[in-house]
Each structure stands twice: as structure tokens, then as C-alpha cells.
């Protein structure tokens, strides 16, 4: 389905603690998902993605958790820092080439 | 990954005039490019799939005639908003499809924000 939302979540960690930024998905037949973080007054940036037939995928830094029982995804940053601060999006390609976008979270790195 | 880029970065315009908005890829060539609206605290929105040399593909709810797709070359769709009015402000966004090699791999433009007095 579509997302819609008024009002973005707000994570807030201090510095060098790991961050976990959870996303539910709609379409069961969704077969890739991708976080994108997007810092203020730009485009989106890839971060990290994962295969359905995966349930989990690590970066630098960054995990991406998958559990599709409950059609639901995580990304975890490990020691936070404060070039992290942003929102964080999480879409799922539902087939013909579309994305889908959550609703976001925004995530507040304190120093 | 994919360069792309959009001109102007930002448009203040006045209510019924129209605002052309332009998305390249710089460093491929893109036979699929997506446009996106988002507006302040909220997510993106796909409005319409473009296509080199054939018409855009609208999601539901988007007026065609009102927000005109131009994807004339692999480098270049525009994103054309007649009559444009207040309620369009918002930052739109480009991006473009690498193909299906790791299944859809989008890449976003810098957005352009554009706001209708």
C-alpha cells in the first residue's frame, strides 16, 4: 500500500550507541527492500538492501534485518555517530519497477 | 551507483504559471526514470514512471495534464507543472533505474523544491 503519514517518528541516541530503525511493510509478494537515508533538502541515499530470500545482510556498519513472517524490517547502525542524523526510509519493491516508501523515522544523533 | 542530478535545485513561482523541472543521469543511460513528491515530514510519493520515447505511466490519483513527462532522450525527462497553485509546493524528486541487475536500483537526485505563491 501507500504511505502516508503526518508525523515522522523520532529516534534519539547519543553518540556511539548502535540505533535500530524498524519498518513494516505491506505487500507479502514484495522480493527486495531497501534503507534509504535522506538528509535534509536532498534526494535519497542508498544505505543497504536485502533479497526476500534473505533475512538478514550486513554493511559497513549497518544490518539489515528481515523478517517476513510478520513483513517486517530493521537497520541497525552500530556506533551511532552524528553524520547519521537524518531520516531514514525503508521501501520495498512491489513488482514492475516500483518502490514503495514507509513512513520514515527520523533519527537525532546527540554529541 | 548513478550521478544524477536536477535543475533548478529550487523555484518560487506565481500562481498559474508553469515550472519546468529537469532530471539527468550523467553517467547512464536511462531508459526508466521515476518522478517523486514529497512533502514536508512526510514520504516520497511515486507520481509517474518515465519512459525514453513513449509516454509516462501516472500512478492513480495524478493528473496527467497537469504534470506533463517529457523523456525525449537517455539522459534527460522533464517534469513539466502547468497552472501550477499553491497546493503543488512540495520537493520533487527524480531518479533513475539501473536496470534489474540487483533487482531495482534506484538512484535519487538532489530534489527540487518548489514553492507556489
Known amino acids: 500500500g501507500e504511505s502516508v503519514g503526518l508525523h515522522l517518528p523520532t529516534l534519539s541516541v547519543q553518540e556511539g550507541d548502535n540505533s535500530i530503525i524498524n519498518c513494516a511493510y505491506s505487500?507479502?509478494?514484495?522480493?527486495?527492500f531497501i534503507w534509504y537515508k535522506q538528509e535534509s533538502g536532498k534526494g535519497p541515499q542508498f544505505i543497504i538492501d536485502?533479497?526476500?530470500?534473505?533475512d538478514k545482510r550486513q554493511g559497513q556498519r549497518v544490518t539489515v534485518l528481515l523478517n517476513k513472517t510478520v513483513k517486517h524490517l530493521s537497520l541497525q547502525i552500530a556506533a551511532t555517530q552524528p553524520g547519521d542524523s537524518a531520516v531514514y526510509f525503508c521501501?520495498?519493491?512491489?513488482?514492475?519497477?516500483?518502490?514503495?516508501f514507509g513512513t520514515g523515522t527520523r533519527l537525532l544523533v546527540s554529541p | 551507483g548513478a550521478v544524477v542530478s536536477q535543475h533548478p535545485s529550487w523555484v518560487i513561482c506565481k500562481s498559474g504559471t508553469s515550472v519546468k523541472i529537469e532530471c539527468r543521469s550523467l553517467?547512464?543511460?536511462?531508459?526508466?526514470m521515476f518522478w517523486y513528491r514529497q512533502f514536508p515530514k512526510q514520504s516520497l510519493m511515486l507520481m509517474a514512471t518515465?519512459?525514453?520515447?513513449?509516454?509516462?505511466?501516472?500512478e492513480q490519483g495524478v493528473e496527467k495534464d497537469k504534470f506533463l513527462i517529457n523523456h525525449a532522450s537517455l539522459t534527460l525527462s522533464t517534469l513539466t507543472v502547468t497552472s501550477a497553485h499553491p497546493e503543488d509546493s512540495s520537493f520533487y524528486i527524480c531518479?533513475?533505474?539501473?536496470?534489474?541487475?540487483?533487482?531495482?536500483?534506484?538512484?535519487f537526485g538532489p530534489g527540487t523544491r518548489l514553492t507556489v505563491l
Open positions: 531518479s533513475v533505474d539501473r536496470g534489474r541487475v540487483t533487482y531495482n536500483e534506484q538512484f
Open positions: 505487500n507479502s509478494a514484495s522480493d527486495y
Open positions: 536485502i533479497r526476500s530470500n534473505m
Open positions: 521501501a520495498e519493491n512491489t513488482g514492475f519497477q516500483k518502490l514503495v
Open positions: 553517467d547512464f543511460q536511462a531508459t526508466t
Open positions: 518515465s519512459n525514453e520515447g513513449s509516454k509516462a505511466t501516472y
